[in-house]
């Protein structure tokens, strides 16, 4: 069995090769049981919550991801999520590799999120705003730059310092990159608003998106994590990654509960746009909403392509 390390993890995953892989994978046949979520300590001053994610395809492989999030991980210096990811034959079961489920992980989820805005976004899109300055959200740039002509970004984040940090990477990585101190006057100014946080209360108001607007949220996963208000999907088109977002997003929860959202108006998931079942967007003027809660689909097709670069090299 191959032990894949961070380094080795990231340096197979360039979004270049990722977001048509994703892609590909949306379009096979991929069977991906509803995830396993089970609650660590709730009521503890350190509560956290560990997911196990399973998925396997018609190319011979299985596997399956295990994810730890505890968000009040920040407060003394750990990240909020730890993952792995074990690959295996799905002929015969035997275990193929082990590889680093944080890079795959974080990687995967700026993928697909830009592969979401490539059907969603309008194609001359050169401003991003990332709300959120973590592991996830460092990476959104350089995703979107794979499919848009992105030049500016603005970063926002709760803490000043974090988002001066990632600032300051993406300035020498050649972005015309700054900090948004105002969150309201940096979504008003963006062609693309993406939002990577572990946020329990909005934070997006549908009053700042400007004509035209893509808004991706990826950060929520659980019922109690919010990052737009319920007025985001009101009058929007509005598309998501799987069947899972409707029943465990509470950025979708709470406007369909509300009555600000009806399931029929969800126009899509990524399969069938990825399978040209829906043309995404179709007008300029449009505000097109992305929610993520992300699926074992892509942790599977990002794995394989780790392994199969390296058995064939």
Request: aromatic content about 6%.
């Amino acid at each position: 069995m191959l032990i894949i390390d961070t380094e080795k993890t990231r340096a197979l995953l360039p979004f270049e090769q990722l977001v048509p892989a994703l892609a590909q994978a949306f379009r096979e046949e991929v069977q991906v049981p509803l995830r396993h979520n089970h609650a660590i300590h709730p009521d503890s001053a350190m509560p956290g919550c560990m997911l196990l994610m399973p998925a396997w395809n018609n190319q011979g492989f299985l596997g399956i991801k295990t994810v730890t999030i505890y968000p009040q991980n920040a407060a003394v210096g750990l990240p909020g999520l730890h993952s792995t990811y074990m690959l295996h034959s799905a002929t015969t079961g035997a275990p193929l590799a082990l590889i680093d489920g944080n890079e795959i992980t974080s990687r995967r989820t700026a993928a697909a999120s830009a592969l979401a805005a490539d059907y969603l976004s309008r194609a001359q899109s050169s401003s991003l705003l990332v709300v959120g300055a973590g592991r996830v959200a460092s990476l959104l740039p350089y995703a979107y730059r794979v499919i848009r002509p992105i030049q500016r970004v603005a970063v926002w984040d709760i803490n000043p310092a974090q988002a001066t940090r990632l600032v300051d990477q993406l300035q020498a990585d050649g972005f015309e990159a700054q900090v948004a101190d105002d969150l309201g006057q940096a979504c008003a100014a963006a062609d693309i608003v993406t939002c990577a946080t572990l946020s329990t209360t909005p934070l997006i108001r549908r009053e700042w998106l400007k004509p035209g607007t893509h808004l991706d949220l990826i950060g929520g996963f659980t019922p109690l994590m919010r990052e737009s208000d319920d007025a985001c999907f009101d009058g929007t088109e509005v598309f998501i990654d799987t069947a899972e977002a409707p029943m465990k997003a509470g950025d979708l929860l709470s406007p369909l509960q509300s009555g600000v959202l009806q399931r029929t108006d969800i126009r899509a998931d990524l399969a069938a746009l990825c399978r040209d079942l829906h043309p995404g967007r179709t007008g300029e003027t449009q505000i097109t909403v992305f929610k993520a809660v992300g699926t074992a689909l892509e942790d599977l097709a990002a794995a394989q392509l780790v392994y199969l670069q390296v058995t064939n090299n």
